[in-house]
């Protein structure tokens, strides 16, 4: 069956509101949107695609609604940028979704559903203080 290559891009923009709309659809974009639909069969229905945007533009990171490092420009994701295998997994599982307020260290001690809510950065910040490591 074919591919809803201009369903899921009409999504897209009604979805992703505050992203780079996609000017050009070109061979690249093609096959990448191919691969991420061939690699799952509900991926072909369009209702997939309005929930998968829907969780992209809910994610302030992703939207371009955190500030960007040391002043610069916030980061935006871009259609291109989404369909990248390891950042489509990374949307998928959760990783930018907003995140509560995190228990910082010496607050006591996490309950099992705080702990299964932290990402392994948000754990290992409570663990260890976020002032330990540097970013590099």
Sequence with gaps: PAIPEQAIVDLFHERCRSLP?????????KRALRSRVQEAPERMNPEW???????????????????????????????????????????????????????????????????REMTPKEYADWVFGEDDFIDV
């Design 21 to 29: 709309q996609v000017q050009v659809w070109n061979d690249a974009r």
């Design 49 to 115: 695609w309005k929930t998968f945007f829907s969780a992209i533009e809910q994610s302030d990171f992703l939207s371009g609604r955190v500030p960007g490092r040391s002043g610069g420009a916030p980061f935006m994701a871009t259609f291109d940028w989404i369909l990248r295998p390891s950042n489509f997994v990374k949307i998928l599982e959760g990783q930018y979704k907003n995140r509560k307020s995190t228990p910082k260290r010496g607050s006591g001690n996490l309950s099992e559903r705080e702990r």
